[in-house]
């Protein structure tokens, strides 16, 4: 995806993966990369706590493409008993 700017991925679905906050941390410095920004990326049920959110957050705000065109963003099913830290990352206050 990095190497290929002419590429264009639209939506990513990792839904029921067990990615965890190390596999989004990973994807996360792609996105923070991304040439083109995705629609919807959907990590419902991936084994997510808000550690991991708080990078996504964080990764989507630095990439001025990706914050432009994300309509969807699922992280329904994940483990997010702590709160998510929306004051440092105003991402989920705008798109709420």
């Not at 919807?40 to 990439?63: D, E, H, I, P, R």
Request: with cysteine.
């Amino acid at each position: 995806m990095l190497a290929n700017p002419h590429s264009h991925l639209h939506s990513l679905d990792l839904s029921n993966n067990l990615i965890e906050d190390k596999g989004v941390g990973h994807l996360s410095h792609v996105f923070g990369r991304l040439p083109t920004g995705l629609v919807k990326l959907n990590l419902s049920f991936c084994g997510l706590t808000c550690k991991g959110v708080n990078q996504l957050a964080a990764a989507l705000l630095a990439n001025t493409n990706m914050a432009a065109t994300l309509a969807h963003l699922d992280i329904s099913g994940n483990n997010l008993k702590e709160e998510l830290n929306v004051q440092k990352n105003s991402y989920f206050k705008n798109s709420g």
